[in-house]
């Protein structure tokens, strides 16, 4: 299986709260989880990423978890802020043949913070 | 450092034409892959260049095809266009065709096929 699930589709949080997105997967070949921003207009930017040897990075205001044994992982912005408002997706990197590798893209969050 | 460069960013065909989209990489970086990214989904892989030979695809078809230069730069063309390619291209660079997967992508290229 090469889908990643991801949830919710949208949400919305306060200025100051914790925004929460999820992502599940099924191939145990994936080897590491990046997250991405994107912007309206723009293309996605890498923000953050995790290797499933490490159960937790954080980087600033953004956190990744990871459960390997549940095949999970989430992103986690303490102190939402307005800016932070934007498309969020997770991904999952496999190598695709003996020579490549590609990203399988979650579905997509459209985050919202609120003044 | 030069960051990832997509061109034209935006552009209309009408179904049945070709299109052309081009791509320079990030300094350094010498594979490129290809994403298509339709309205409200996450991009999905097209295929990835690697010391100018495509050395993976995704669920595309053939008339999905590409070239990648010396330098690095990429094309990918589309022929015998359809409506529901509609969709923003983006181009991401990174170093080495399988060992990371860190890639960096480009503003995308908006085709409209009317």
């Known amino acids: 299986q090469q889908q990643v699930k991801q949830s919710p589709q949208s949400l919305i949080v306060q200025k100051g709260g914790i925004s929460i997105i999820n992502c599940a997967y099924e191939?145990?070949?994936?080897?590491?989880f990046p997250w991405y921003q994107q912007f309206p207009g723009k293309g996605p930017a890498l923000l953050i990423a995790?290797?499933?040897?490490?159960s937790e990075k954080k980087e600033g205001r953004f956190t990744i978890s990871f459960n390997k044994s549940a095949k999970q992982f989430s992103l986690h912005i303490m102190d939402s802020q307005p800016g932070d408002s934007a498309t969020y997706f997770c991904a999952a990197f496999s190598p695709g043949g003996t020579s490549y590798g590609k990203l399988t893209f979650g579905q997509g969050t459209i985050l919202t913070v609120h003044p | 450092e030069t960051g990832v460069t997509q061109s034209p960013t935006h552009l209309i065909k009408t179904r049945g034409q070709q299109v052309t989209l081009r791509c320079s990489s990030q300094s350094g970086h010498n594979t490129v892959s290809w994403y298509q990214q339709a309205l409200g989904q996450g991009p999905q892989f097209i295929f990835q260049y690697y010391r100018e030979e495509e050395n993976g695809r995704g669920n595309f078809p053939p008339r999905f095809s590409g070239l990648q230069f010396p330098n690095y730069s990429s094309e990918l063309n589309v022929n015998a266009l359809e409506l529901d390619d509609s969709a923003l291209y983006l181009c991401?660079?990174?170093?080495?065709?399988?060992?990371?997967?860190?890639?960096?992508f480009g503003e995308g290229s908006r085709l409209t096929v009317l």
């Open positions: 991401a660079s990174s170093l080495g065709g399988r060992e990371t997967g860190e890639l960096f």
């Open positions: 191939n145990t070949a994936f080897d590491y």
């Open positions: 995790i290797r499933p040897d490490v």
